[in-house]
Structure formats: C-alpha cells, structure tokens
C-alpha cells in the first residue's frame, strides 16, 4: 500500500514538474516573441524618425559644419547669440511667413471643400438610389489610379483658357471638385449609418438634404475629421500646380518656397532644413489635433 502512495506522489510531481516546465518555456518563447517584436519597432521608428532628427539638428548648424567629416550631431548654432538666425533668415529675408500663410489659406480652403462636396457624394451613393449609381461610383474609383501627371497638361489648357493662371483658383478648384479617395471613405462610413434613423426622419417628413445636414453630417464627425486631415496635409504638400500656375513672387506657397533655396550647382543646406522644419509644423499640428478622429473614421469606415 505504501509502495502505491509513493508511486502515486511520484506520478504527481512528474505531472507538476512537467506543467511547471511548460509554462516557463511558454514563458520564455513569449519573452522572445516580445523582444523580437519591440525589437523590431525600436528599429523601424529610428529609421523613420532619424531623418527628421537630422533635418531639426541641421537647421541649428553652420554651413561648414553640414558636411563635416566625421558627422557631428552638435548643434553649433545654439551655443552662440544667434540660435535661431537660419530660421530668422528663412522667415523674414526670404519670406516665408508669406509662403506659410498662402500655403496655409490653400490647404484650409481646399480641404474645406472636400469635406462638403465629398460628403454631398459619398451621401448620395451610400443612401439614394438613381440610374448607374454603381457605374458612376466604380468610375470615381477608378480615377484614384490616375495619376496627376496624366491629366496635368488638359487641365493646365484649361486653366489658361478660364484665364486662372497666378491666382490660388487652380489650386483649389481641382482639389475641391475632384475628392475620390474622400467620397470613397464617407460613401463606407455613411452606409454603417442604422437605416432606421434614415426612416424615422423620412416618415417624419423630413426631406433628403435634411437628413444629411442634420443626421448623417453630425454623426460623420471622426470621417469629416480624417478627410480633413489628408486633404490638409496634401494640399499642402503640393507643389506640381504651384510651380505651372503661380509666377508671381507674393502667391508663393511654401513648398514652392523651398525651391528657392535650391540652386543649379550648390543649396543652402541649413536654411533649407530650416525651411523644412516650418513646413512640417502645421500638419503636425493638424495631426495631433485629430489624431483621434482619424482612428474612429478609417475604423468606422472599413478601411484598413
């Protein structure tokens, strides 16, 4: 009888020790797994943040300390009286507070109206019914693999014809009118929308554009927001139409700004990443402030 107990004692502990073995090495393979994967992250965020790093340490440095052998990361210009002379050179001899505020009525404008025409659109294929609607929706998404370049030159045509050239209008009006990735991403998130809020309002006598403007529109505040943001940080970023349409030296952009701080045969480097850090700024800004609505649009919208 004792030799059975025993053996039995035995049985257990082998069967503890053996669970005890599998959740360290379950454990273990999961402290890995997550070193591998932060690991990883650490990485990827170094090389994508490293550029900006260095564009921010530049603009604090001399001209002869740019190409300096062996790279120094020291900010020469910020241990003398002048900190911020690249950024006070950039702002003031070159006029970028000018730029900033064109690129800035641009971009607020443009995007502005992408959220209403945009939002008529994407309202109208997610919730009425008219002849090819399906049609003229897959056409719509089918313009978002054209790219620019292949249009550029009719709506450059055409733009001379209306007589638009060194007026912010070509930069605006296409951007404005012409909003496929956005009525795309309201059309997905107007049809989550419960129909029976739709229905409740129609029965109540409530017209189609009354829908829109008082149900659809203030439940579309994370999409409207996410539109917002990538219409902003586009137009912003625009340069191709600034450099056809705008000659006049007070229209400029700040994208188009920067241009001139390039040359055929040598670039001011330091006021050039000065330049640079000012343009990043807003849509930084822009960013931040709608960080979350852009999360609840695109979740909201089924788009991955």
Not at 28 to 39: C, D, E, F, K
Not at 93 to 112: E, I, M
Not at 113 to 134: E, Y
Request: charged content about 15%; hydrophobic content about 55%.
């Amino acid at each position: 009888m004792a030799d059975v107990r025993r053996d039995a004692r035995l049985v257990q502990l082998e069967i503890v020790s053996a669970a005890m073995g599998a959740r360290r090495r379950k454990r273990l393979r999961s402290l890995v797994t997550n070193v591998a994967v932060y690991g990883s992250l650490l990485v990827f965020a170094f090389i994508t943040l490293f550029p900006f790093f260095w564009m921010l340490i530049t603009s604090f440095k001399l001209p002869g300390d740019v190409f300096r052998l062996p790279p120094n990361l020291r900010p020469s210009l910020l241990w003398t009286e002048t900190p911020f002379a690249n950024y006070t050179q950039v702002l003031f001899q070159f006029d970028f507070l000018r730029y900033a505020g064109n690129s800035l009525f641009v971009a607020t404008t443009a995007a502005t109206g992408q959220l209403v025409t945009c939002s008529l659109a994407g309202f109208a294929f997610a919730r009425m019914r008219f002849p090819l609607k399906n049609v003229l929706f897959g056409l719509l998404i089918f313009t978002l693999l054209v790219p620019i370049e292949v249009t550029i030159i009719p709506e450059f045509l055409l733009m001379v014809r209306l007589g638009w050239l060194d007026t912010y209008l070509p930069l605006i009006v296409p951007s404005l009118m012409v909003g496929a990735f956005g009525t795309f991403l309201l059309t997905e998130y107007f049809k989550t929308v419960p129909a029976s809020l739709e229905e409740a309002a129609t029965i109540d006598g409530a017209s189609p554009f009354a829908i829109y403007r008082h149900i659809f529109l203030p439940l579309a505040t994370p999409a409207l927001a996410s539109l917002f943001v990538i219409a902003f940080i586009t137009n912003w970023n625009e340069l191709l139409r600034p450099v056809l349409y705008i000659s006049d030296r007070n229209l400029r952009t700040l994208p188009l700004g920067l241009t001139t701080l390039q040359g055929q045969y040598e670039s001011s480097w330091t006021l050039l990443m000065a330049g640079s850090v000012i343009s990043i700024l807003p849509m930084i800004l822009v960013y931040l402030a709608a960080q979350k609505y852009i999360i609840r649009g695109f979740m909201s919208s089924g788009i991955k």
